[in-house]
Structures are given as C-alpha cells and as structure tokens.
C-alpha cells in the first residue's frame, strides 16, 4: 500500500518583502525537490495586512484569507521554518500568526525542523530557542539540529549557499525531517 506524503510546509518567519527568509526558503525547496519531497512555501508576507484585528481573537474564523493559510497548516504534519533574528528574538509576526492558529491543536504532535539567520555571528541562536520554548509548549516536536546561518549576506550568492558546512547542515536537516 502507497501512502500518500502530505507536502512539507516551509513557513517564511517575516512579512518583510523580498527578504533573505524567502530566498533561503526558496533554497531549503530545493534541497527538498532533490530529495523528491514535495513541500509549499508560506510566506508571511501573504498575511491579510490587518490579520491582527480581522481574525484573531473575537474575530476567529472570520477572515478568509487568514483561514485559507490556516487550512493549508492543518492538513500537513511536516514544518520547516526559516526564521530571521529580530532584536534578540523572532518576528512579532510569527508570533502574533502563531497566536491566531486554534489552540491547541495546530501544532500538537506535528514535526518541524528550525533554520535561523541572521546579519550577525550567532545565526538566530537566541530566537530559535525561544520559537522551540513556544512549540514544545504547544506540543510540537522540533528536531533536534537546528540549522543557524550566521552573517548569511556573506554566505549567500545567486540563490546558493555558497558555505559548505551551511550547505552541508541544510541538506542533512532536511533528510532528518524526512525520516522524522
């Protein structure tokens, strides 16, 4: 009997347009489709620009656009999200998108692997630690490597990665998330 693979989600951590989020995004798809897994990308940046206001809260349910992204959520076992560093932690807007999903239920006993970057040396350390704190209470299971991609700019050149150890560590993440 065949089973039918749901696509893995690679969630864009930031509604900034044309960000480096989306171009790693983009990447990780690749290493993805190479290993015949297919996947979608949801980037923030497709948000309803009022979402905060028009389907959180006393407004649950009431968007449609919103509940469009939240159907496509609920029908995956399988995350990926790449996550850039934002004072010390990660984009209020994951976090308020987190918020809006129903708790809590849209993440218990689901799978994610967790890519940081960011300008700096540290590759989002701090902000994937506090996302994972986030999922563990909301049931998610993180894999264990969590892919950090410090000073990416530097790292990153017509839409490859051009760090051998970075591109070593997202190939190797996506294969465990496959098997996860």
Request: a neutral charge; proline letters at 4%; hydrophobic letters at 40%.
């Given at each position: ?84 560093e934002?004072n ?17 239920n ?10 940081g ?46 760090n ?12 465990q998330?496959?098997?996860?």
């Amino acid at each position: 009997m065949t089973t039918v693979q749901s696509p893995i989600v690679i969630i864009v951590g930031t509604n900034r347009p044309n960000s480096m989020s989306r171009k790693i995004a983009e990447y990780y798809q690749t290493i993805l489709n190479h290993l015949d897994t297919p996947s979608i990308i949801l980037d923030l940046v497709n948000l309803p620009h009022d979402f905060t206001v028009s389907a959180l809260y006393h407004n649950t349910g009431k968007n449609e656009d919103f509940n469009s992204l939240k159907s496509l959520l609920e029908q995956t076992d399988k995350f990926v999200f790449i996550v850039p560093e934002y004072n010390g932690s990660y984009p209020g807007v994951l976090k308020a998108f987190i918020d809006g999903l129903p708790y809590p239920n849209s993440f218990a006993n689901k799978k994610a692997a967790l890519v940081g970057l960011s300008s700096n040396m540290q590759g989002a350390t701090i902000a994937l630690s506090h996302l994972n704190d986030v999922f563990s209470y909301l049931g998610m299971n993180t894999l264990a490597l969590r892919v950090k991609l410090g000073q990416i700019r530097n790292h990153f050149q017509d839409n490859l990665v051009s760090n051998a150890l970075y591109k070593e560590l997202i190939e190797l993440q996506a294969g465990q998330l496959i098997h996860f």
